[in-house]
């Protein structure tokens, strides 16, 4: 599993929106790789931001 698969999953495991902070408590992921992937992701419109610098996968 890659770190997009593992963030997204992390994301909607938790059922709410999650902060990088969130993600790299549950994930054991470095921050540096957290906020790449948060990058990735954001550019792919695979995650949305329905709080400020919180995030939850797009649907």
Do not use: H, Q
Not at 15 to 44: H, M, N, Q, Y
């Amino acid at each position: 599993m890659d770190s997009k698969e593992k963030v997204l999953e992390i994301m909607e495991k938790a059922g709410k929106p999650v902060t990088a902070g969130d993600v790299e408590k549950l994930s054991g992921l470095d921050r540096k790789e957290i906020d790449k992937v948060f990058k990735e992701l954001k550019k792919e419109n695979a995650i949305v931001s329905p709080v400020r610098c919180k995030w939850e996968p797009a649907k």
